[in-house]
């Protein structure tokens, strides 16, 4: 079965940087969009930042560009999120997602997510 393991998050401090990885298994790796959505306590999930299935195209939320950086490496099956200039507002969990390239919005697979804390 299709399976996606995150790894990296942990406490950082205002300021500071993480880099997160996402293993991919069961799947095609190649043949999926990634992504990476947060989830704070007591909000929506959001999306964080997305990247194509060859890697040539990215998009990032107005809230992390110029701070985040989503890469992928198809040969490894990983799918990463390099965050520097860390927040508290950046507190949340982080989880990765794989969709299908030819629906718009639509991710079918997902982690367990990772605890990115941020402290002031």
């Known amino acids: 079965q299709v399976q996606l393991v995150e790894s990296g998050g942990g406490l950082v401090q205002t300021g500071g940087s993480l880099s997160l990885s996402c293993v991919a298994s069961g799947l095609t790796f190649s043949n999926y969009k990634m992504a990476w959505f947060r989830q704070a306590p007591g909000k929506e999930r959001e999306v964080v930042a997305a990247i194509g299935w060859s890697g040539a195209s990215t998009s990032y939320s107005n809230v992390v560009k110029g701070r985040f950086t989503i890469s992928r490496d198809n040969a490894k099956n990983t799918v990463y999120l390099q965050m520097s200039s860390l927040k508290p507002e950046d507190t949340a969990v982080y989880y990765c997602?794989?969709?299908?390239?030819?629906?718009?919005?639509?991710?079918?697979?997902w982690g367990q997510g990772t605890q990115v804390t941020v402290s002031s």
């Open positions: 997602a794989a969709g299908n390239p030819n629906f718009a919005h639509r991710y079918d697979y």
